[in-house]
């Protein structure tokens, strides 16, 4: 079983220092990744070594928000009953400007209406007293 953190019935990521600065940097309505700086990858939150070289040395930087669909799903059944009032709702791979792929749901356009390559901005929603959340827009 997963240990998982609620907040108001929501499902919470649980926060250690390979995420920490990626959710903090969302409070700010900051979008913030990983670099490395000795071949010049940009890394989706989390790595703790390039996946490209190696290297130990990666660090967090912020991105521009910026990005396309690259692959999404809409969910019509849900596992969990937090998001029960959502179906249905979307599920997708964002690939940011930076390269980084992250997923999030895109809000302000119909589900129908999801393409790949589609451009989106970051926005941010805040759940309660828990921590923002990313979210994308048409953009």
Same mark, same amino acid.
């Given at each position: 079983?997963?240990?998982?953190?609620?907040?108001?019935?929501?499902?919470?990521?649980?926060?250690?220092?390979?995420?920490?600065?990626?959710?903090?940097?969302?409070?700010?309505?900051?979008?913030?990744?990983?670099?490395?700086?000795? *071949?010049?990858?940009? %890394? @989706?939150? #989390?790595?703790?070594?390039?996946? !490209?070289?190696?290297?130990? =040395?990666?660090?967090?930087?912020?991105?521009?928000?910026?990005?396309?669909?690259?692959?999404?799903?809409?969910?019509?059944?849900?596992?969990?009953?937090?998001?029960?009032?959502?179906?249905?709702?979307?599920? *997708?791979?964002?690939? %940011? @400007?930076? #390269?980084?792929?992250?997923?999030? !749901?895109?809000?302000?356009? =119909?589900?129908?209406?999801?393409?790949?390559?589609?451009?989106?901005?970051?926005?941010?929603?805040?759940?309660?007293?828990?921590?923002?959340?990313?979210?994308?827009?048409?953009?």
């Amino acid at each position: 079983m997963y240990d998982i953190t609620r907040i108001k019935g929501w499902p919470m990521p649980v926060l250690n220092e390979l995420n920490q600065p990626h959710f903090d940097a969302m409070a700010d309505g900051k979008v913030l990744v990983q670099h490395c700086p000795d *071949c010049d990858t940009w %890394l @989706a939150p #989390g790595a703790f070594v390039c996946e !490209n070289c190696g290297s130990t =040395a990666v660090q967090w930087r912020e991105a521009s928000g910026r990005g396309e669909i690259y692959s999404y799903v809409v969910m019509h059944r849900t596992f969990d009953p937090a998001f029960e009032a959502m179906v249905p709702y979307n599920v *997708c791979l964002i690939e %940011l @400007a930076e #390269g980084p792929r992250l997923l999030a !749901n895109v809000v302000g356009v =119909a589900n129908n209406d999801l393409t790949i390559g589609r451009a989106v901005q970051a926005t941010f929603e805040s759940v309660g007293e828990g921590l923002p959340l990313l979210k994308f827009k048409p953009g």
